[in-house]
């Protein structure tokens, strides 16, 4: 131990100060045993210790970079963008319906998103993709002023929805911060009162994940456009994690089919595409 901390005080880096003491343990025959050397092994950094805070000793017998990225255990040091489960809260308008009011209501959700190949794969620094199933809940009031059919019949105050899809996307992990692009499929469907608007939205999503300290991380998120297919969306939302506990704020916008009830009854009308916007705010964790 003496020689080994005086091979520290000198700048010799924690791993090869050991190795230096143990070989020269071995080459003694007094000491060449393992049972007086091999029970010493480092863990940790590897790096010189300083003993002057006003100046650090450089580290100067650092290992191959491959030793400390190439590890199949290596984990990165960013939860960003994994399973989690959520509980938010939400504002949600329907605007521009033809001869009838806008909708608005206020929603709660259960938000599930559970990674499955990214689950498989992720194991180091390096290029890499992300996937999530997504899963949405909603129930909540309508809050605008309802509408009062001619028959007498008042429009409902319940709103509600669901959304479920699966996105996709490539990219890569580094140090301290994740870049992956790619798309998701999603279903979408709401009931405001008596308007509904659904279906499927295909745009491309972009995700940012930066660390921030030891422990928590911010991740950023937008999504633009459409595939194939004539609905569109828009949105961006940011997230943080708390040594896993998430809050997170988005909003989002989407033009989709939107039909209105005539009368109270089933009898209903399209308002074709129409815009709905979606505020978001939750919080949950991660597992």
Do not use: C
Request: aromatic residues 12%; charged residues 20%.
């Amino acid at each position: 131990m003496i020689a080994f901390y005086r091979d520290l005080k000198a700048g010799t880096g924690r791993a090869a100060a050991l190795r230096k003491v143990q070989l020269a343990m071995l080459g003694k025959k007094e000491t060449q045993h393992p049972y007086f050397w091999a029970a010493f092994i480092p863990s940790g950094e590897w790096s010189p210790m300083s003993f002057d805070l006003q100046a650090p000793i450089v580290a100067r017998d650092a290992p191959p970079a491959r030793d400390r990225s190439s590890s199949s255990q290596y984990e990165p040091p960013y939860p960003a963008f994994v399973s989690s489960a959520l509980l938010g809260m939400h504002y949600m308008a329907i605007t521009n319906l033809r001869d009838q009011p806008d909708r608005a209501a206020g929603l709660v959700s259960l938000q599930l998103e559970y990674a499955l190949l990214s689950n498989l794969f992720e194991g180091g620094r390096g290029f890499g993709l992300h996937d999530e199933l997504l899963l949405s809940l909603f129930a909540g009031l309508r809050t605008s002023d309802g509408t009062k059919y001619a028959s007498g019949t008042d429009e409902g105050s319940l709103a509600g929805g669901f959304r479920s899809g699966y996105e996709l996307a490539l990219g890569y992990r580094g140090s301290s911060f994740q870049l992956f692009a790619g798309g998701q499929a999603t279903y979408n469907t709401f009931v405001l009162g008596d308007a509904r608007t659904y279906g499927v939205t295909l745009p491309a999503i972009a995700l940012l994940g930066i660390r921030t300290g030891s422990s928590s991380f911010i991740g950023l998120r937008g999504q633009y456009g459409k595939w194939f297919i004539d609905q569109e969306t828009a949105g961006a939302a940011l997230s943080l994690d708390l040594d896993g506990f998430v809050l997170r704020a988005g909003l989002e916008e989407l033009k989709m089919p939107v039909t209105v009830s005539l009368d109270g009854d089933e009898a209903r009308a399209s308002a074709r595409r129409q815009v709905s916007t979606l505020a978001s705010f939750s919080l949950g964790g991660t597992f």
